[in-house]
């Protein structure tokens, strides 16, 4: 008898690729994605915030790293050249870069092999600019649902996000088995934000991954619906990690 299929999914708020030397590295992040090898990734603050709101991995790089590939949402943040006519011929002609990797910094990445079935980004009610994208993917015939999100710093607006995406999922999507992951700014253990989530998911036992340089904190989580099965979890904490943000990855390895 075979066993079952796992696969391993990570999420890492890579804090726009400035590491804790205040070096912008996106190469950088990306040799960290390749130690842990994950799956599919979910990335936190994948766009730089300010300017033109380009990816702050480059494209290019990605793919000539190999390993990943972007899962699409088809849209994009306006920008500064758009508040004039003929923004786009201005960003041309100045050769600004524009593409954006995610929605509001969050970003899906998945092994060249899986086949994305269907995506959306999510808009979720805050203060301020906030998202999460969600991705429908097919793993050598398994399906699975994973939701990236970087929840808010208000604890209040974080279970009304939560909330929304749960009845987003409720009314709009079939069921599936479903993961969700991000950095939930949720510094409790247990309750806060996390108990909106109810008996229908599980968390994964990662350990604390903030501040990278002395972790004491488990504010990036991985989220598993209660149908799949954990079989390890953790945090990467390798000395390029440490280096490539603020924030150390964080992995789960599940049984479909």
């Known amino acids: 008898m075979s066993a ?18 205040r070096r912008r590295d996106p190469d950088r992040v990306l040799h960290v994605l390749q130690q842990i090898d994950a799956d599919i990734v979910a990335l936190q603050e994948a766009d730089k915030r300010f300017g033109t709101r380009a990816s702050a ?15 699409e949402f088809g849209v994009s943040h306006s920008r500064l050249a758009h508040a004039f006519p003929f923004g786009e011929r201005i960003e041309n002609r100045l050769g600004l870069v524009t593409r954006n990797l995610g929605w509001h910094g969050n970003a899906l990445l998945v092994k060249r092999e899986i086949e994305v079935i269907d995506v959306e980004a999510l808009h979720l009610p805050t203060l301020e600019p906030r998202g999460a994208v969600m991705a429908e993917l097919d793993i050598r015939g398994a399906h699975l649902r994973v939701i990236g999100m970087h929840l808010d710093l208000s604890g209040l607006w974080r279970r009304r996000q939560i909330r929304a995406i749960l009845a ?31 008996a229908a998911y599980k968390v994964a036992p990662t350990g604390p991954s903030f501040h990278s340089r002395r972790p004491i904190a488990a504010l990036d989580r991985i989220l598993v619906d209660c149908a799949l099965r954990i079989d390890a979890a953790g945090v990467h904490a390798s000395a390029e990690a440490r280096k490539a943000s603020d924030h150390l990855p964080v992995w789960a390895r599940l049984g479909l």
């Open 4 to 21: 079952a299929p796992t696969i391993t999914v990570a999420s890492y708020n890579m804090r726009k690729a400035i590491g804790t030397d």
């Open 57 to 71: 991995v480059p494209h290019g790089l990605i793919d000539s790293h190999g390993l990943y590939k972007p899962v």
């Open 168 to 198: 987003h999922l409720a009314k709009r999507h079939r069921p599936m088995p479903t993961v969700m992951m991000g950095d939930t700014n949720e510094w409790r253990a247990a309750g806060g934000c996390l108990g909106e989530f109810g």
